[in-house]
């Protein structure tokens, strides 16, 4: 089984800069795409960034092109998000998922099934 923790995050004043960290363990070649996903107050959740673990292909949602980074250690087991020039609209909840060719959600033209349980970023303008 997949297991996703997330760590990392924070409150911060606009213009700052956080970074993310998932540690990720019980993944196959079969879970080999990574992506850091957001969930704000009232609103649905939405794809972030992410990583093809065999080939480092990263992709990004327009909204953080630029500004966020997505990257992974060479083993594997750890995909960062390095979030930069913070604005107060990035507030909210990152998760961390991992591709399941049965999962429930579709995103990067993949479905994820795995989730961490997520971490609060808050960010102040």
């Known amino acids: 089984q997949v297991q996703l923790v997330e760590s990392g995050g924070g409150s911060v004043q606009a213009g700052g800069s956080l970074r993310l960290t998932c540690a990720i363990s019980?993944?196959?070649?079969?879970?080999?795409?990574v992506a850091w996903f957001r969930q704000a107050p009232g609103k649905g959740r939405e794809e972030v960034a992410g990583i093809n673990t065999d080939n480092r292909v990263t992709y990004y949602d327009d909204s953080v092109q630029g500004r966020f980074i997505i990257s992974q250690d060479n083993s594997k087991n750890t995909v960062y998000l390095e979030m930069n020039s913070l604005k107060p609209e990035d507030t909210a909840m990152y998760y961390c998922a991992a591709k399941a060719p049965t999962g429930s959600t579709w995103a990067f033209g993949r479905r994820f099934g795995f989730w961490g349980a997520g971490t609060q970023v808050t960010v102040s303008s």
């Open positions: 019980g993944h196959t070649s079969a879970n080999n795409f």
